[in-house]
């Protein structure tokens, strides 16, 4: 009993850390510091990945080497054999280096042989936060050991948290620099921020937020408040406001989720994230606001072309590599080096890639991904 006791409260701190993250970049560093201590990991990096331009980019991270860091992006970005593949997995997934190729492929790629295995990384932990058609943000977590259930299930707990402060932080978040090339693909996620203040008020809304205002299906402004439409949710919504203005310990540090649509319809939530203790009551007391409101539903985005043909013809994760390589590099030499495996093991993909979708040449598998 106590240490499940020991658990809840080290879950609450280190989630605690994470939305104050959101609030104030600055603090990234040590939630990641403390989502390792908790899920087991080594180092930590949140950054977004684009599958279409091989683009990469930090946003923050912990306990990385800057040489390594350095050099996977100047030379073993494009052969990381995880993606494109790890791009296509849903948000919210955990997922570890087995369930994007089996380790013994892994192991055999010049990526793990001069930049994984130098480290001592042996495994690690990967989410989808966000995704738009091409470009994913992701949070990953390497590891010195063999990722276990335990830490699968401790990432999974964190999830959720990631995922909205994700979203929170781009409202608060000044250094946009680093991330302007994130918030131009992301900002069409269906999401809306609100920072209310006593009773509801509306303070401050971003513009997915005035839209849905206009709208007026889920959420309206009555005497600058903000109302959910239906009776029982508003009601819930005002009890919520009423206990944030109290502070964290009447809503909860990580705040609560509220219903904004029974089951037969779409499943749209309003999450209300508390402004009024820790770092995040500085943000508050600058808009005068006592929570954050974030709505959002769960939607997949349309796939994009690769994807789409992965997951139609069931194409593993190295065949995915080989056929992004045929859309960006001519002949069997050329890939192989962009890949970083031989000339033999890019035949045998490409192999299978034929068999898989019926095709026979190189030029047939462009068309196949341009008119699908």
């Not at 809840?8 to 609030?23: K, Q």
């Not at 930590?44 to 050099?71: G, I, M």
């Not at 929170?168 to 693909?185: H, M, N, P, W, Y």
Request: with cysteine; proline share 4%.
């Amino acid at each position: 009993m106590l240490g499940v006791v020991s658990e809840i409260v080290e879950f609450s701190a280190v989630v605690g850390e994470i939305y104050d993250a959101a609030i104030d970049p600055a603090l990234w560093q040590q939630a990641l510091a403390s989502i390792c201590a908790y899920v087991g990991g080594a180092s930590a990096v949140l950054y977004w990945h684009d599958t279409a331009t091989e683009r990469a980019e930090v946003l923050h991270l912990f306990n990385e080497v800057p040489q390594y860091t350095k050099s996977y992006f100047e030379k073993y970005l494009p052969m990381n054999p995880m993606f494109p593949a790890a791009a296509f997995v849903d948000t919210g997934i955990v997922s570890t280096t087995e369930d994007i190729m089996p380790y013994r492929e892994f192991v055999e790629t010049r990526f793990y042989k001069e930049w994984v295995e130098p480290q001592g990384i042996v495994d690690a932990i990967a989410v989808n936060l966000e995704k738009g058609v091409t470009r994913a943000s992701l949070i990953n977590v390497r590891t010195e050991i063999v990722v276990t259930e335990e830490m699968r299930r401790r990432m999974a707990l964190l999830v959720p948290h990631l995922q909205r402060a994700v979203a929170i932080g781009r409202l608060f978040d000044q250094r946009k620099a680093s991330e302007q090339a994130l918030t131009q693909t992301l900002d069409h996620v269906e999401a809306a921020v609100f920072l209310v203040g006593a009773d509801g008020v509306i303070v401050f809304a971003n513009e997915p937020a005035k839209t849905m205002l206009a709208d007026g299906k889920l959420v309206q402004q009555k005497i600058r408040a903000l109302h959910a439409t239906a009776p029982e949710a508003n009601r819930i919504l005002r009890d919520v406001f009423a206990s944030a203005e109290k502070g964290d310990a009447s809503v909860g540090i990580r705040g609560v989720a509220v219903p904004l649509t029974d089951g037969a319809q779409a499943q749209w939530f309003a999450h209300v994230l508390p402004l009024t203790s820790g770092h995040r009551k500085q943000t508050g007391l600058a808009y005068a606001a006592v929570a954050a409101v974030l709505i959002r539903k769960t939607a997949p985005d349309a796939p994009p072309p690769l994807e789409a043909l992965a997951k139609l013809y069931k194409l593993t994760a190295s065949e995915v590599r080989v056929l992004d390589a045929v859309l960006k590099v001519t002949g069997i030499k050329a890939m192989a080096e962009m890949l970083g495996v031989s000339q033999a093991t890019v035949r045998t993909h490409l192999h299978n890639v034929f068999r898989k979708t019926g095709t026979s040449r190189q030029s047939e598998l462009v068309k196949l991904v341009a008119g699908i």
